[in-house]
């Protein structure tokens, strides 16, 4: 199926550990995006990455950090997890310029 | 920078019809889009406007006034099924050129 998977669903870790989030999609899209959603479900661009370019929303802590191995897949690594880092994280991708975006299942993300 | 600010919640009753508000403050515009999020659910992609006016798509519409930097999602003959939150978005054109979304809407269709 043509779609944006992102690996895992669901995420439970301690304090002050690493983690990966996977994604990847198969649109021949060539910007893929990384959301964070809140409690409030306000839905905050943490990176976008276009044709190795890397474009950083300069609020998201330096612990965050993207990973593009091709243009289809754009990993979510985290060091140093805190409890506020706790929310669902969205992989997206599209078109640059382009405003439809096609979403991942989303990675609830809770730090203990 | 960019904002968008949207009702935190509506409610309306099956049938009706329902406006959902987006006012926008961005540099650099390439038009409005919409989005549905069903409680546990991904965003979906509903509908954009680049140019004013209303662009129609089965029970939704969308409208777009750029001078005013406003618009609007408009659902009719609501059912159930349409409670979910609704996002506007837009994309910058300054160096970032991302998709920001506005801080939703909460919609609730009751019998």
């Known amino acids: 199926d043509t779609a944006v998977s992102q690996t895992p669903k669901y995420l439970v870790t301690q304090m002050g550990n690493d983690k990966s989030i996977k994604c990847e999609q198969n649109?021949?899209?060539?910007?893929m995006y990384w959301y964070k959603q809140d409690s409030k479900k306000f839905l905050k661009i943490m990176f976008s990455?276009?044709?190795?370019?890397?474009?950083i929303n300069e609020t998201v802590p330096n612990r965050f950090s993207p990973k593009s191995p091709d243009k289809a897949h754009l990993n979510l690594h985290i060091n140093s997890l805190e409890l506020g880092d706790s929310a669902v994280y969205f992989c997206?991708?599209?078109?640059?310029?382009?405003?439809?975006?096609?979403f991942g299942q989303g990675t609830r993300l809770t730090v203990v | 920078g960019q904002s968008l600010e949207q009702p935190s919640e509506v409610t309306a009753v099956e049938g009706a019809i329902v406006q959902i508000n987006c006012t926008y403050q961005t540099s650099g515009f390439y038009g409005l889009s919409w989005y549905q999020q069903h409680d546990g659910g991904a965003p979906t992609f509903l509908s954009y406007n680049a140019l004013d006016g209303l662009e129609e798509t089965g029970r939704f519409s969308s409208f777009l006034s750029r001078s005013d930097s406003y618009g609007y999602l408009l659902l009719q003959e609501l059912q159930m099924k349409d409670s979910a939150s609704y996002f506007c978005a837009v994309r910058s054109q300054t160096g970032a050129n991302n998709l920001f979304f506005g801080t939703g809407t909460r919609l609730t269709v009751i019998p």
């Open positions: 990455y276009n044709n190795k370019e890397l474009i």
């Open positions: 649109l021949g899209h060539d910007t």
């Open positions: 997206a991708s599209g078109y640059l310029r382009d405003t439809e975006a096609f």
